[in-house]
């Protein structure tokens, strides 16, 4: 597989557009796309803004904050995460102590030496 730059045809606001982009990047940039030309569409549709160029400064101005809010919120996300685990490593770690030791039983071994066919 190649690792030179492919071009990338991407439809925004019916005007297309070729971008270059490594080829394990392709599918992150046609996403990329349908999320700007999806926000850009809803705020034309409100209209509000007039003008692509304005509809683009808008559209991503909502990208950014919607990225900036997750990045807020990841460390709670995070510190949850953290603090769920070891609520879950300290119930498992009790359930297995208070659990008694299971003894595998030993057979004697099969004696066969009486038997006829």
Request: proline share 6%; charged share 30%.
């Amino acid at each position: 597989m190649s690792d030179e730059p492919l071009q990338v045809s991407v439809k925004i606001l019916e005007k297309e557009y070729r971008i270059a982009c490594d080829p394990h990047e392709q599918d992150d940039l046609k996403a990329s796309a349908r999320l700007l030309d999806h926000r850009m569409r809803e705020i034309r549709q409100n209209g509000r803004v007039i003008g692509t160029d304005r509809i683009a400064v808008m559209a991503g101005l909502n990208i950014a904050h919607d990225l900036i809010q997750l990045q807020r919120a990841q460390p709670d996300l995070t510190q949850d995460s953290g603090r769920r685990l070891r609520e879950l490593q300290d119930r498992l770690s009790m359930a297995l102590a208070e659990e008694p030791a299971v003894v595998p039983s030993v057979e004697p071994p099969l004696d066969a030496s009486n038997e006829r066919v």
